[in-house]
């Protein structure tokens, strides 16, 4: 019942308003019962001695009860809450108003006697109340006689027992009734203006709770949107809430589907892998064991193109693993380029010159043409040089003997393009979409001993590493060029 932070809220503001109604009526109570008593006992200040002037209580050292009663008579009749005692230096009460058996202390504490004689005493002053010793009241009290020596006070009780009665009644009646309504009335309302600006206030966080549900729900992987009414009013906690929500359900999202991308490449690599090493594997196996079942049987020169062909076969599989390894931490979210500054007509050169022999050997006519000036460019030497062999190696590898194949250098703006030309078969249209994609193998070559159908992903992946771009002009028949661009590097200069 109590879940939502709301109802919390709520019911936490209630208990507290309560209680400050309950302290509020308290505290009215009694300083509305000081101010009373103050009241009182200021404007009757004087009753005992205006008595005390008029009238002799004590004469000659006896009571004067003639007087007493007289006085308390007068007295009954403009205020009859009042009650007279006379007592004695000492306080003992020596006569009195009240009828026998009412009053139960013999002796007053004159403490309270002296505040109030004092020159300016603080009302309200409370004195004993002979007939209720638990009570204390408010008085009036004079000497007796006003002036000359002490031969005793006159104590006058101002609130006596009908006047505390009535005033009883009255604040049953009255006060508390009133209060009681004025308390009640106002928990009432500010209990549904509280109940209103928390709704308003927590409304917000609703908001904020039901786009987090609404992402649970879809299973951490859909954006969810954030109305603009949860920032409208500026930066608070909800809205910065709403701010870090926003970009953590981001990153989630992202990480999210990087992980999804990156399983799918690794089911892929797996099946690849497994698919490609499958074949010269198994093609080894069976030339090895027929080697072994027909040892005695075989002539030298079978045996031996039979392990030429065994050989062969491993060669494949070494160059396959070590593409696929080479893939895969090009493939690495984090790798490093080691950037430096290089010649790349220089570099040229030297892959060019490892390229000779194999030229020759395919009887293949193998050319370049460099321009003169800025060559340079940054990059990772190692990577864009193994990029330049695939080009180079497919060229030779693809192009019929007596064919040419020419590496060039053109400056283009402020990038250098690395040109392979060949005049070699050239690539079929249908083929030409996906030969950058990695194991895809053009129809004509699948036969192909040593192609792996990843070079090209290889190059593609450093060229893009690299911020340059890389395509293919061909045409069946006629050749193919590849270019790829990479941005020339320009030295500071230092004045
Ligand atoms: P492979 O190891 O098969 O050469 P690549 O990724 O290097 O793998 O090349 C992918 C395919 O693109 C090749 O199988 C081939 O069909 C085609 N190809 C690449 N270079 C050339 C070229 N210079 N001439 C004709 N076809 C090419």
């Excluded at 030779?396 to 402020?414: E, F, L, S």
């Excluded at 006629?478 to 230092?494: N, R």
Aim: glycine share 8%.
């Amino acid at each position: 019942m109590f879940k939502t932070l709301y109802a919390r809220i709520a019911v936490v503001f209630l208990l507290l308003f309560l209680l400050a109604g309950l302290l509020f009526v308290l505290l009215a109570g009694i300083t509305n019962r000081l101010y009373l008593q103050q009241l009182d006992q200021q404007v009757n200040r004087h009753l005992a001695r205006d008595l005390v002037i008029r009238k002799f209580f004590i004469r000659d050292g006896q009571v004067n009860t003639a007087a007493l009663q007289e006085s308390f008579e007068q007295l009954m009749k403009i205020n009859p809450s009042i009650e007279l005692y006379l007592l004695d230096p000492a306080g003992r009460i020596l006569a009195y108003s009240a009828p026998p058996g009412r009053v139960k202390l013999e002796t007053v504490s004159l403490v309270p006697v002296r505040r109030f004689l004092a020159v300016n005493p603080e009302f309200p002053v409370l004195g004993d109340d002979p007939r209720h010793p638990e009570l204390q009241k408010t008085f009036s009290v004079s000497p007796v006689p006003a002036k000359g020596p002490l031969e005793g006070y006159l104590y006058i009780i101002l609130g006596g027992e009908q006047y505390q009665s009535v005033a009883d009644i009255l604040r049953r009646n009255y006060y508390f009734r009133l209060s009681a309504g004025v308390a009640v009335a106002g928990l009432v309302a500010v209990v549904l203006a509280g109940l209103f600006v928390f709704r308003l206030l927590t409304r917000r966080l609703r908001i904020l709770a039901t786009a987090m549900n609404e992402f649970k729900d879809g299973g951490f992987a859909t954006p969810v949107e954030l109305p603009d009414s949860l920032f409208h009013e500026g930066r608070d906690e909800i809205g910065q809430l709403g701010e870090i929500f926003h970009q953590m359900s981001g990153r989630i999202i992202h990480q999210f589907h990087q992980i999804r991308q990156e399983d799918q490449l690794r089911r892929e690599l797996v099946s690849n892998v497994s698919h490609d090493l499958r074949t010269p594997l198994s093609s080894l196996q069976g030339y090895l064991e027929t080697m072994k079942l027909k040892d005695s049987e075989m002539a030298p020169a079978e045996r031996r193109e039979h392990l030429e062909t065994a050989l062969r076969q491993t060669g494949r599989l070494s160059r396959l693993v070590n593409e696929l390894f080479e893939l895969a931490r090009l493939d690495a979210h984090d790798i490093q380029l080691n950037r430096e500054p290089f010649h790349l007509a220089e570099l040229l050169q030297d892959v060019v010159g490892k390229f000779r022999l194999a030229a020759q050997h395919h009887e293949v006519e193998l050319k370049m043409e460099t321009p003169g000036g800025n060559c340079f460019v940054e990059g990772d030497i190692g990577l864009i040089e193994r990029a330049i062999q695939n080009l180079l190696d497919n060229a030779i590898r693809y192009t019929p003997k007596g064919g040419t194949v020419v590496v060039a250098i053109v400056p283009d703006g402020n990038d250098l393009v690395l040109k392979v030309s060949d005049s070699g078969p050239g690539i079929d249209e249908g083929d030409l979409p996906h030969i950058f994609d990695r194991h895809y193998r053009a129809r004509r070559h699948l036969e192909e001993e040593n192609g792996t159908g990843l070079g090209l992903a290889i190059t593609k992946r450093v060229v893009d590493l690299h911020g340059g771009r890389i395509r293919v002009v061909s045409q069946p028949g006629t050749g193919s060029t590849f270019f790829f661009s990479l941005p020339q590097w320009v030295p500071l200069k230092i004045d």
